[in-house]
């Protein structure tokens, strides 16, 4: 009975195992089927998406064929309205020519081949003249545009940010003293100190005219402020006596010439230039104490020297040499005193002796046109220091230069057949031209206005630019009673 059950639970393990392996067997061959079908289905999916974005491809290339033929067709039938277009106009200039001409032979039917011919050359002169109005015309505004555009790009900006203030040109120093008995030891016995001033520093002091101060009086403005210094030093010190003046006279003319190095070589600093020999850095010193009409010589230089830097950089030229040309132009100013001939033939001269480059020293000597500018830099410094001095509010002018040219504008003007009247403003910088309407249409008024023109550009000189107004104004009037 034991062998049996033994034999029993034998059999059943053994069952179980071979049943367990047939299990995992099964297992198996189904991971292997599904994994095949899996294969197979990742397979047929690849071929599923490929021939899906082939056919987009194919959809998208029909697509961008329509199109092109849509578009080729609008083409087609916009040439074809078009030429439809042209042919009807065509067909209305024709028309229109046929008229004129039918007209021209209404016209000129009963006239003589002399009279046809006559008629013929008057109407094309005005035609002609039509034309050449509205020619020059359009070329004006054409030019006109191009040119404030280049000159708005390198002109306006720089002298919005770079202009100075004027300073007005005085040939008088006052010195306020703190008491009205300072004047009678400023005088001296008998009046030997004011002698004695005035023969050292070489400049008038006056003393009655202004209560409570001191007048001192040169066309030299380095004299002139060497009598400042020396004043305010003895009204400081208080030891007013002929000795004591020679020395302090002494100290204030050195005193000057270290305050116009100082002054020159900030002025060569602020430009960036460094090489400047030491006389050429007194030069520039001294131009900060002399004026032209009004505007501060060395102000004027450090304006120039300033655009010709921005200026050069905008035309791809050496920006250091041109603001050292432009620095440097007007030392010869400082130099007149000493020197025979014009300012820019001296300063030519001091900045050859001083060791300038030649290109420098011919800019200098040609800025006036007293010698053709050879070099591009040498025509620009031309142009900048017209600009720098002929711009509005940078100098005055003598009134009688202003009545003057006044009155040649007004005569050029009335020399004109037609014109009823002509007369300056602005200190002569306009001309107002009143014509007479029923003698000079308006395409001959353009005309006019434009040899009015060029007839005062080739007479006079003038700063700046000179506008010329040509008015033509026909009134009619009526009453109703």
């Not at 290339?61 to 439809?84: A, R």
Request: aromatic share 4%; proline share 2%.
């Amino acid at each position: 009975m034991i062998f049996v059950l033994i034999s029993f639970i034998v059999g059943s393990l053994i069952t179980y195992l071979l049943l367990k392996i047939k299990i995992k067997g099964f297992e198996r061959l189904a991971q292997e089927i599904l994994k095949k079908a899996e294969q197979e289905r990742l397979s047929e999916k690849e071929k599923l998406d490929r021939w899906i974005e082939e056919s987009q491809e194919k959809i998208q290339l029909e697509k961008e064929e329509l199109k092109n033929c849509s578009l080729l067709l609008d083409k087609k039938g916009g040439e074809v309205e078009k030429q439809s277009k042209e042919l009807s106009l065509l067909k209305k200039n024709l028309l229109k020519e046929k008229e004129e001409l039918e007209h021209y032979l209404a016209k000129y039917a009963g006239l003589s081949s002399q009279e046809a011919k006559l008629t013929l050359l008057e109407e094309a002169k005005q035609e002609i003249t039509k034309e050449q109005a509205l020619f020059l015309q359009k070329t004006q505004l054409d030019t006109l545009t191009i040119i404030e555009k280049e000159s708005a790009r390198l002109l306006v900006s720089a002298m919005h940010r770079l202009s100075f203030s004027p300073v007005l040109d005085a040939t008088v120093t006052t010195v306020s003293l703190p008491n009205e008995d300072l004047k009678r030891r400023i005088i001296g016995r008998e009046g030997r100190n004011i002698r004695l001033l005035e023969e050292l520093v070489r400049a008038n002091f006056i003393i009655d005219d202004t209560p409570g101060a001191v007048v001192i009086s040169s066309f030299d403005p380095l004299r002139k402020e060497i009598g400042r210094l020396t004043l305010m030093e003895l009204l400081r010190d208080g030891r007013i006596h002929p000795a004591r003046i020679e020395e302090v006279v002494k100290k204030s003319e050195e005193k000057l010439k270290q305050e116009m190095g100082v002054i020159g070589k900030e002025a060569a600093f602020q430009m960036g230039i460094f090489s400047l020999h030491h006389e050429i850095t007194l030069l520039l010193g001294k131009l900060h104490y002399h004026f032209c009409e009004g505007q501060n010589v060395l102000h004027h230089a450090l304006e120039v020297a300033s655009l010709m830097g921005i200026l050069a950089a905008e035309l791809k030229l050496d920006v250091e040499l041109a603001k050292r040309m432009g620095l440097l132009h007007d030392i010869g100013k400082a130099a007149l005193s000493h020197q025979e001939g014009s300012h820019a033939a001296v300063g030519y001269q001091l900045a050859k002796k001083w060791g300038e480059k030649e290109e420098v020293a011919h800019a200098i000597g040609s800025h006036h046109d007293e010698i053709p500018p050879q070099t591009v830099e040498a025509s620009l410094l031309n142009f900048v220091n017209k600009v720098s001095s002929q711009r509005i509010g940078a100098r005055t002018e003598a009134i009688e230069n202003i009545v003057k040219r006044s009155r040649k504008l007004e005569l050029i003007a009335s020399q004109y057949a037609g014109v009823e009247t002509a007369y300056a403003l602005l200190g002569g910088r306009e001309i107002r031209v009143i014509v007479e309407a029923d003698k000079i249409d308006d395409k001959g008024a353009l005309l006019l206005a434009r040899e009015i023109a060029k007839k005062i550009e080739t007479e006079m000189s003038f700063p700046g630019k000179l506008k010329v107004t040509l008015i033509r104004e026909k009134k009619i009037i009526e009453y109703a009673s």
